[in-house]
């Protein structure tokens, strides 16, 4: 996510763990019967203004390649039985006391 949308790393997860993108930032990200796709690419990524560093909301895109990277981490996340929607997090920790990633 760094290296395809230039996004910091306590924009993906915060410091405490107590807060980070979630798949409803992703409007053009679509999730249907275990698939993901974009409806455009490069694809649109909301910074709510909570995860801004300057406290505003802000946009930036991800790339073809990224999308890509994204598409199969949500798809594995899915196989092993997880269920998303717009509330998951972008993340899924393996070990921690939250629910989301910490920097």
Same mark, same amino acid.
């Given at each position: *996510? ?24 992703? +409007? ?13 690419? +490069? ?8 995860? %801004? ?9 991800? %790339? ?13 996340? *899915?196989?092993?039985?997880? @269920? ?8 899924? +920790?393996?070990?921690?006391? @939250?629910?989301? %990633?910490? @920097?």
């Amino acid at each position: *996510m760094v290296a395809h949308s230039g996004l910091r790393l306590g924009v993906i997860g915060d410091y405490q763990g107590k807060n980070e993108l979630l798949l409803r930032d992703f +409007p053009e990200l679509k999730i249907y019967d275990g698939k993901t796709w974009f409806e455009k690419i +490069p694809t649109l990524i909301i910074i709510r203004k909570d995860l %801004s560093k300057a406290g505003y909301q802000y946009f930036t895109f991800l %790339s073809q390649e990224g999308c890509e990277y994204l598409r199969d981490y949500l798809e594995s996340r *899915m196989r092993k039985g997880e @269920t998303l929607n717009g509330d998951s997090p972008l993340i899924n +920790p393996k070990v921690g006391r @939250t629910i989301f %990633s910490s @920097t």
